[in-house]
Nanobody
Framework: QVQLVESGGGLVQPGGSLRLSCAAS????????MRWYRQAPGKERELVAH????????TYADSVKGRFTISRDNGKNTVYLQMNSLNPEDTAVYYC????????WGQGTQVTVSS
């Protein structure tokens, strides 16, 4: 059974940081590229960050470049999203996505940036 379980979301003040985690199981994690998406209320889901495997090469949305860092630990079957200098526009549900021979989604974790 494939599972992607996100964690680490919550409420943070503007300028703060959060680290999201996505634990994967049920498929060969190391052969899948991993992505983080987000969806704010009333908006379409958007791609935030991508990390390839095994190269580990990364790409980011312009809106988060320089503030967010995606990484992965293939030994732990986990992908991370370090988010710094958060602002209210980063408020959204964040989803991890496994992209390979099949596509899998997590259930999402809420990130709220507010004072």
């Amino acid at each position: 059974q494939v599972q992607l379980v996100e964690s680490g979301g919550g409420l943070v003040q503007p300028g703060g940081s959060l680290r999201l985690s996505c634990a994967a199981s049920g498929f060969t994690f190391s052969t899948y590229a991993m992505r983080w998406y987000r969806q704010a209320p009333g908006k379409e889901r958007e791609l935030v960050a991508h990390i390839a495997s095994p190269s580990g090469s990364t790409t980011y949305a312009d809106s988060v470049k320089g503030r967010f860092t995606i990484s992965r630990d293939n030994g732990k079957n986990t992908v991370y999203l370090q988010m710094n200098s958060l602002n209210p526009e980063d408020t959204a549900v964040y989803y991890c996505h496994a992209r390979g021979s099949m596509g899998y989604w997590g259930q999402g974790t809420q990130v709220t940036v507010s004072s």
